[in-house]
């Protein structure tokens, strides 16, 4: 019976201490962890003007993926970038939860989607890792794909993103006109200048362009709810493919969501984005209809695939010892 239990402490002592370990050598900040490190080398840093970031500076970053790719591969089902904004809620595009192939507009169901945070690796799963299930997807009710208009939805996932997480936190929402020339930071996983899905974070500045200013250039298509960032007679630095829906920080805060533009970063075509201080109303309204009470409260249940770890061994330990008794 003695014997039983200690070997059972021992064992749980074992666990935690290399769970204690792996959280400790895993550092973020440094990328030593590369699926592809040559990648980096032979791209010359150029990334569409990008780099890679630290996942402390865009901890709201999300990756936001369809499960049956994901079967494939860890990292395969990456379609979108999203924000964190709360403990429970995402913000990223419209067009992101839509059927791609099908006209007119059909959603996906929410048990499509995966949400992954905490890390700047696409593809692999760090002691970092968390990861949800989507409860419910709320589009714009005015969303438009041609012309492509109020493009904000909302993920409600299955649990609670830890508070003081180390490498996820919500970003709040900008309130602010934004003059031209702010310099912002557009971050995500998607399309480089070579085609490619990077498998790390980049990030990359992209200062505020006047909105008329955009619309001259975009012939008048810019229509309210949208904010225009980049480079106007340069080009060079934007967001692309995969970054859709994900996060335009400025000062901070939450201001744009990856929406559209006339290829990536070519000279003349901003970035086109949503406005998210015109959303605000609408994402506190639309957080209001979820029913939290009925999804476990604010709280949620919370399984990353560590919490996941962690339930399993106090059940085996609660199991082991109720048994040693
Ligand atoms: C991670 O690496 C960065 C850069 O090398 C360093 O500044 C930081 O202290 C490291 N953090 C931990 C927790 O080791
Ligand atoms: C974004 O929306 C706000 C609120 O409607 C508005 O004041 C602002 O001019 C818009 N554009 C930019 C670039 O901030
Ligand atoms: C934005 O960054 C550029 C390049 O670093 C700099 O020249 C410019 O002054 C900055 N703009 C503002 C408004 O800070
Ligand atoms: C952009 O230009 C078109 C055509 O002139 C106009 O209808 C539209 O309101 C303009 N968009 C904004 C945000 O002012
Ligand atoms: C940035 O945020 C700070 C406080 O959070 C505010 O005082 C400042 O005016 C903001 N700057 C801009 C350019 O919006
Ligand atoms: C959504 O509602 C929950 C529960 O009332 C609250 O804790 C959270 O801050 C709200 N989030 C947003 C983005 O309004
Ligand atoms: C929310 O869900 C709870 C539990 O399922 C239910 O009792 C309650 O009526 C629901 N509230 C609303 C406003 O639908």
Redo the contacts with the bound molecule.
Sequence with gaps: MLLKFSLCAIFWIFQNALMAYSLHTHNESIHTHLPRPYLLADLDAKIFGGSPVAITSAPWQVSVRLKEYEIVQFGYGHICGGSVITTRVIVSAAHCAIYTNITPTVYRFPNDFTIVMGSVYLQEVTPYTLQYNVLEVVPHPDFNLQPLENDIALFFINGKIPTNYPTVSPIPLNRLAL?A???CTVTGWGVTEQGITWPVLLGT?V?IVATAQCNNSYSGTIMNGMLCAGYLSTGGADACQGDSGGPLACNGTLAGIVSWGNGCAKPGYPGVYTNVSDYTNWILLTNSTFNYTRYGGALGLSCGPQQLMLLVFCLLNVLLWFRVN
Excluded: F, I, K, R
């Design positions: 003059a020339g702010l310099n500045v200062p």
